[in-house]
């Protein structure tokens, strides 16, 4: 290699040497020394280009190789030369080292040195060639750190392995590149330490004296490090700093005591502690400095390097950089940890990445200093170190760390003002970086206390205890715990002082999440005192109890298990005094937080731990002797029945199980509760459950004395204050313990107490159970059985705590340990705690039924009603009738509360306001005075009433108000917040299902808002001037138009109206009083100006119109005087209030006059046209009224003409033109009616309108009686229908498709055919289901009909739907009945073949899914027989029980030839070969039916053989798999895939949606098989695109009763439309349950289910299985009686007989509290039962009601069915009686049942008394007054459903020749709808006289009370048929 070379080839010629040094290595001799001399030109010129510095690094890299091979090569070459002599194998080793380094000396020499004595070191130029290049190269750039970082990894490869290890390294190169660096730049701090590290590579394996040779070398380097404020560079040092303590002492001298003292190193040692000093020093100045001065005036960067220029100087005289020039200065990686498994030291001193490093650690780089903490950082780092050497070096600094420990936490302690963050560029630091200094701190200080002065040591623990107290970091807060226990076992705190650090850790609960690494190291605290000799006898144990307890409710595994051995210690072993102890003794306020019930339970068990063996524990629910041996256990597995021989794997099973009872018989308790109380600590649900079952039994086997002194504890623990603590969270240990007292025999709290308990500890609905209780026993004697005791229901949930029914039954039976209770005082405690909950029904029904005076109930029932104007005469009358009498105190009271409640609802409140005055009542007149604007009464009330009572949320209001209205807005604010706190507070004291009882608070909640509202409202107005008015308008309208939207709803009472709307007309009044005054008053737009009285206005009639709607007509007409008083109102107000003025008058019902005088007065000039269109609607309504027909005909007239659009318009001439074609029977009426209604129906009135078509379209004659001579004039209704209806929006005919398609079967049929066309076009799946199944029934109905008249005449052919064959027919003499079939199967043929057209694509997949569910999922022969089995013996036992009436009945009663038919055609449709399942058993049938005697078969006979047979069947349905996978049913609906169909009755959901319904998506691969009466059905669920879960049941259907049932369930979801717009039924939530059903066939259908839904049956089927019995027990006990009567031929009463039959049936065979337990065992939350049992009460009062006045009440158990998650109720089979239909020969409705409706002991057990008279009989009237409405147009779907009901009836008959004409099917509606109208009027109260019910004193709900005490009667119910379950 020449020297001539330019670089350029010099580096082409090593490249490719580096590139292929393989093919080099054999001649590596003659190339390494010119390798050597060539790095330093190739990789150190400045001007070196990165490839070419890489090549350098390269060749370096290939150098060390090199000679490390070379090294190995030599120790191979002497292991295997070890058989020559030792000094022959050194010589050639040494030879060859010699050559070696011969060959690397031959090198050329440098032509500078050549000629004299000095020769290079080629081991020195590499070394200085890496260390030269590592720091040349570390710039922060990505290619720089990557050579800088190989640089380092060869070094410290060469540096290890001992290569080249005396060549010479030139430290002043570092002394070069540190003193000529400028600490702020980045590139220098990288090259600084990459320095640093260099130094730390070089030192750490050399020998001590060696390290203190050359740290003298760096004398001047040393002390120039600590000017350099880089975190890295900090870090890099604060390792080499370790290196120089390790070798020389502060004291000056080396650690080894080798060689004298060095001067260099003990002048760096002083030059560091000035630097600390400094640092310190200054750090505190910035703070002391920061902390005088204000945030406006921060310390500048400038600024603050002048003022810290001496005393952050560095160590060289330079002035210390600024702070901030630093802050943004990333720092380099430098090095790595490639060979940290040779060296563990060289972990901390290479690191991989630098941009996380830290002086402290590895975490997030900040991007900006706090001034403090850059100057302590560094400091405290050098400072940490020096103290880990040398501890007592630290004493000279102890004064300043106290300082910067007491400014670094509050720092901490104050993240959001942090010291020094006046700067504007500075933000808080990482709060790791400051728990790093404080932890440092800490550690220091405490290792020198002793040297701290008593003021310094005092200061240092209050910043301990402050940190404990207030941090969050629980790293810090942990480091402190650790501190103390160490501190805990020395002397260098007191026993005082350590105490209140200990103390000051309670707030750890509130701080730090549970169970983090604070709490363990709190736990282990605790642990070390309280199991310490000394320390657990000391002071410690006594004054940190509140803290051991705090740790208890920690899980902590063995240290829990430890502390609870403690805690056990000091606790006697009786269960009596664990009782008293925990009741007594223990203080549980330090662990209100927690759900300290677990200490309960914890200790209870533990006495059971070993004083028991396991059997005897488990012997009270488990009743077997572990000692019998595999015979026993053979015995209780396979019950008593079983008597063979076990053999194979059921052998060896028994065996197992034999050799585990007789271990299990040796064991202690202990293995058992030990793992429970660790599962207690873990759940608090469970622990929750134990004590709840534990404590009853435990208290009952105390003695008296002691249970006495138990309850006085329990009393004087319930009225502690920390109990409500425990109200926010979800465990709240008091509900817990106040449940398992009151469940406990021997405890009986005081009324008073219960109340307050309720109400603090969110126990409402637990406290009125026991209440109610009480009060029945106190009442009536012996006590019911309360829900809080039911047998077997509410035992534990684990089996080995189960108690045993004899224990348990004798504990419930026990007396109570307290004075009988006063019922007057429980009457008045439980009706608090009903109106607290707003629980107004169960309020009245509970006074209805324990009111001693007569009035009260005629009242309350008035009240309930909302008649309060006639309720309030009724509480005057009362007061003033028995006022000398001497009357029951609590009435009286409630007659005066009720009176001022009924006149708030009035709004008379200048009565209320002057009551208040004269009888003291300070809420009343703080509610009645800034209503009437006394704001000086409501100030003087205001004052005086917060004097005296707590702060509360409505008084919190009223100051509100007072301070908006005195201009003091600025106070408002505050005072909002603190209300809405309170009320939070209410809302968090009440049930946690939100319910009636949240209504009040959310009212509360408006009001506050609006009055923050207000307050800004009229800040704004006032703000108002000539500059902002957009701005101003804008933001009024905007607050404006927000309540205008945020209104009450129009079902809530009208006090809640009241109170929005009053104080609103408050505000718009300030608000006009404020732009009146204003400024600028001329340049305000009339709009604003006037806004104020605009809103006055909209609200008044608003008002109004809601007062209208409840009825409160006073109240509305009032509200309307008031609008005319106003100086300004728009015109459209004006006619708001003239509309709401006259409908109050034509809602009067009197002085019609006085109305149409309002309107004809009117000057109708101001009004658009729209507008006098409703004057005019108006007019016509009063005309028609007043019987001025042709004038009211011409105002309708004019109304429409002036607005086409109107549907009200519309309407009300329908409705008139209706009225007039009913009384005269005119047809040009009639035509005009069904012209206006189908007009209306166009719009929103279509769903009134439409059934009032369709029923007038069934007065069509098809004659001609039009006179006049208009051409386009339509003749008849038929032709008028047809031409109206097409206008109509199709999704409008979707209720009414049943109606439409029946019409297909009448004359009129041609009339409908636009509407169901506008159906095929937009809903054809809502169409084809009823129209393809009404084709299969006319063309049944053909087939049955009679031979002689079945064919028509004219030969066509008929194709079935279901076969697919054409049978051709032809006959000379049809019937008129078969010719109108023949014509509407034809034509329903070309509709169903015009949807098939339209849509060929959907119906074609219908179609098969319709096929496949009708072939598939069909019952299977097994099933079928079990359900015709049932069906049979039902009928059977029907008949047997109907003869004991009939009094021509013989003795020997036989089947019915119904029954005959049906075993005839199960004989031969089901036991055929074809039916596998059911083929074996024809034998067995064919011998017990197959040839009945002659004379019939015998009734007895059939019974038994029937029910034998379905035992039999049950059993084997009942062992089918429950589920099945879909595939195996139908593989084409398991791939199902298409996007056409839509989810099953979608169209059923609501009147008015849109053409997007959600389509089936797929169905879920799952089929269940469902059992419910012996009937089988498969449910399927079907997933929709909208991702919802819908489920079906495929049913098969009675052809007979199947559309009825479907015609009833549309009647009642088209009640649900308008009852939801009803007050009383939209208040209590109440809608009818519609399930959907889809008709597949004629006697198959889809039926919407909901795997929540159970039957009664259900709940009885239960409990017979529970009881070893079958379902039908108690009916086949009354037929077993009567046959033993029977036999015996004794003369019996038929009546005697059932009334003694159902009175030994109901209270012992099935107990009146059935449904009662079974409710409560699936609601175990009080809470979930009490709202389960309201709504319920609720749902059964509307099918009660349904059943009474559609004759329905024969509802047998199983078809009456409740969901368990909603209560709500449907009844199946719906419109059928068993066994006779609904309409009797003639087409009439007729009475079945003796009873209205169901309602057994059983419904009226679950339902209360209180039920009853309230929230049933409350639901009960408001849904006849509803329905009796003349706006709800009931009569209307009751004439469309009776038509088609009629209809059916008449096709059902086949000897019918003819089916009815119009007048005979109009007739038959009327017999059955006016009756029905007539039996819902009678039980509405507004239709009552109150003066004749005041004389009669009596309820105005009399009529419901007598239906219900009709359907209670056991008289009656024992009247019905057995099979009815009368007592169910």
Known sequence: MEEGFTLPQLAHVWAIVVRHSCLFRDYHRQLVPQMFYSLPRIGLPLNASYENRRLGVDMAELLVEWELDFHEDMRSRNSNGRQSPSSSTNNTGESSAKEHQIDTEKDPPDP??????????????????????????????????????RCLTLLEKTVSNGLWKNSLIKFSFFEKVVLQSNPDNIGNCASVSTSLTILQIILKNEPEDVVVQRLCELKHVLPAYLGFKNDLCTSQFRFLLKIVLSVYSVHGHTVSSRG???????????????????????????????????????????????????????????????????????????????????????????????VDQSPFGTFTRRNSFNAPFLYLSHALVYLKEVWSYYPSYVDRFLPSLLKVLDFLLHDRLNPMAPVGSSSPKARPVSFLDIDDLLTALIDMLSSRSGKLSPPEKDAFLKTLRSLLQQSSSPSLVSHVVNQVRRWITTTKFTLNENTELILAMRSFADNFPTMCETHSALIEL???????????????????????????????????????????????????????????????????????????????????SGTQDLVELLSSRIELNPMDGAKGATSTVLGDSYSGTPSGIASNVLKAHAEWLHEMANEKAACLVIPLMELCQLSCVLSGNLFEQLFPPLFGSLGNEQQQSLVGSLTSMFCQKFLVKSNSYAFNPAHTLLKAVLNTPGICLPSSL???????????????????????????????????????????????????????????????????????????????????????????????????????????????????????????????????????????????????????????????????????????????????????????????????????????????????????????????????????????????????????????????????????????????????????????????????????????????????????????????????????????????????????????????????????????????????TLPNIEIDEAFKKLVEHSKCY??????????????????????????????????????????????????????????????????????????????????????????????????????????????????????????????????????????????????????????????LLRPEAMSVLPAIKALIHHHPQALYYPLRTLFLEVLSSLQRLPAACSEPSTPQSIQDSQSGTSKPVKTSSPSPRVQQLTASLTLLKQMTDAVRAAHPALISGLEKIIEEFNTKFRSTPLEDLLRTTQVLLTECLQRAFSAVFNEHSSGTETVSLNVHKNLRRVRDTLFIPEHVDVYSYREQFEKDFGSPPEGGLPLAYAIEKLRFWHQILSQKVKSLPSFQNLDKFSRYLAEYSSSEVEVFGSHFHGVHISDSQVKIDRFEPLVHLVHKHSASSRRITVRGEDGAYYHFLTQPSPQSHARAEERIVQLLRLLNVSLSERKEMRKRNIQFYTPSMIPLSLSFRLVQDNDSFISLEDVLAEFCETMNKDVDYPVMLCYRELC????????????????????????????????????????TNEVDAWMFRKYFTCQMAIISFINYTMHMANRLPYTIHFSLNNAKVYSSDLYTSVPTPVLHCEGIMEVSTPVPFRLTPNLQNFITEEGLHGPFTGVFAALASCLSNPEFK???????????EVLNWYHSQVNSSVLPNNETLIANVNSNVNPLIDRIRTLIPENMNTVKLFELSTSANYRITELIERAVNPEKLSQIDPTWHPWL
Request: hydrophobic residues 40%; negative net charge; proline residues 4%.
């Open 526 to 608: 605790i642990r070390d005192i309280y199991t310490h000799p000394q320390l657990s006898r000391s002071e410690y144990a006594s004054r940190l109890e509140p803290l051991f307890m705090q740790a208890l409710k920690y899980e902590g595994g063995a240290l829990h298990s430890t502390l609870y051995r403690v805690y056990q210690k000091g606790i006697g072993v009786s269960v009596f005094r664990r009782l008293q102890y925990l009741f007594e003794v223990q203080n549980w306020a330090s662990s209100a937080s927690s759900f300290w019930i677990k200490h309960f339970v914890a200790l209870i068990l533990s006495v059971l």
């Open 260 to 354: 004298n003292s060095v001067l260099e190193l003990d002048q760096f040692y002083e030059k560091l502690e000035a630097y600390l000093h400094n640092r310190l020093n200054a750090a505190i100045r910035f703070a002391w400095k920061n902390s005088e001065t204000d945030a406006g005036n921060s310390l500048s960067p400038e600024n603050e390097g002048n003022s810290n220029s001496q005393s952050v100087s560095n160590i060289d005289g330079k002035t210390d950089s600024n702070p901030e020039s630093t802050s943004n200065t990333p720092t380099t990686a430098t090095t790595t940890n490639t060979s940290s498994s040779n060296n563990p030291n060289t972990t901390a001193t290479t690191n991989s990445t630098a």
């Open 1146 to 1303: 034509l809602q009067l019902s009197r002085d019609y006059l006085s109305g149409l005088g309002i309107i004809q007065s009117t000057n109708l000039n101001y009004f658009g046209s729209k507008q006098k269109s409703v004057l005019f609607t108006l007019k016509g309504r009063f005309l028609h009224r007043l019987n001025s027909l042709e004038d009211a005909n011409a105002a309708f007239s004019t109304a429409v003409q002036l607005n086409d659009t109107s549907e009200k318009s519309w309407f009300a001439w329908g409705d008139f033109c209706y009225q007039l074609f009913l009384s005269n029977r005119q047809t040009l009426w009639g035509i005009s009616a069904m012209n206006c209604l189908l007009y209306a129906a166009r719009a929103k009135k279509s769903k009134i309108a439409i059934p009032r078509a369709l029923w007038l379209l069934s007065y069509n004659n098809n004659q001609d009686e039009s006179t006049t001579e208009i051409v386009n004039r339509p003749k008849s209704l038929a032709q008028a229908f047809e031409k109206y209806c097409q206008g109509i929006p199709s999704y409008c005919w979707l209720p009414w498709i049943p109606q439409l398609i029946i019409y």
């Open 112 to 149: 500078e040195e050549s000629g004299s004595d000095f020769r290079i070191d080629p081991g020195m130029i590499f070394l200085n060639f890496l260390i030269r290049l590592a720091c040349q190269v570390s710039e922060p750039s990505e290619h720089g750190r990557e050579l800088s970082q």
């Open 1834 to 1844: 009931f009569v209307d779907y009751l004439n469309i459903l009776f038509r088609d």
């Open 754 to 1124: 219960l109340r307050y308990l309720a109400k603090t500890h969110n126990a409402w609905h637990l406290v009125v159970e026991e209440l109610r209780g009480r009060f029945l026993q106190c009442r009536s004697g012996p006590p019911p059985t309360l829900p809080s005791f039911p047998d077997d229901v509410k035992l534990p949930s684990l089996p080995v705590f189960e108690l045993s029914e004899k224990v348990l039954r004798g504990h419930l039976h026990q007396s109570r340990l307290l004075v009988k209770d006063d019922p007057q005082e429980l009457l008045r405690v439980i009706s608090d705690l009903y109106k607290r909950l707003n629980e107004f029904d169960l309020w009245h029904g509970l006074w209805l039924c324990n009111s001693v005076y007569p009035e009260t109930a005629l009242a309350l029932s008035l009240e309930q009603n909302g008649l309060w104007d006639r309720a309030q005469v009724v509480y005057e009358k009362a007061m003033t009738k028995h006022r000398l009498d001497e009357f029951v105190k609590n009435e009286f009271e409630l007659w005066e509360e009720r009176w001022i409640f009924c006149s708030k609802n009035l709004d008379q409140w200048n009565l209320l306001l002057n009551l208040g005055q004269s009888e003291g009542l300070p809420e009343l007149i703080l509610e009645s005075a800034w209503r009437l604007n006394e704001w000086e009464i409501e100030k003087e009330t205001l004052e005086i009433v917060e004097a005296v009572q707590a702060e509360s949320a409505k008084l919190k209001l009223f100051r509100a108000f007072l301070s908006f209205h005195w201009g003091h807005s600025s106070d408002v604010q505050p005072l909002v917040s603190r209300g809405l706190q309170l009320v939070l507070n209410e809302w968090r004291a009440l049930p946690y299902i939100v319910s009636s009882s949240h209504v009040p608070l959310l009212e509360l909640f408006q009001q506050y808002i609006e009055v923050q509202e207000s307050a800004q409202l009229l800040q704004t107005a006032q703000s108002y001037d000539s500059g902002n008015s957009s701005r101003i308008e804008n933001d009024l309208k905007v607050i404006l138009n927000t309540w205008r939207d945020r209104l009450p709803g129009k079902w809530d009472d009208i006090t809640v109206w009241n109170d929005i709307l009053t104080w609103r007309h408050h505000v718009f009044m300030k608000l006009a009083e404020t732009f009146q005054n204003v400024q600028f008053r001329s340049e305000i737009s009339p709009p604003l100006l006037f806004c104020g009285y605009h809103e006055i206005a909209w609200s008044i009639n608003r008002f109004a119109r809601v007062a209208r709607k409840h009825h409160l007509l006073d109240i509305c007409l009032s509200a309307l005087s008031k609008i005319y």
């Open 1684 to 1723: 033993s009567l029977e036999k015996g031929q004794e003369q019996f009463s038929p009546r005697e007989f059932n009334l003694t039959m159902f009175y030994k049936i109901s209270p012992s065979v099935v107990p009146n509290d059935l449904i009662t337990k079974f409710i409560y065992k699936t609601h």
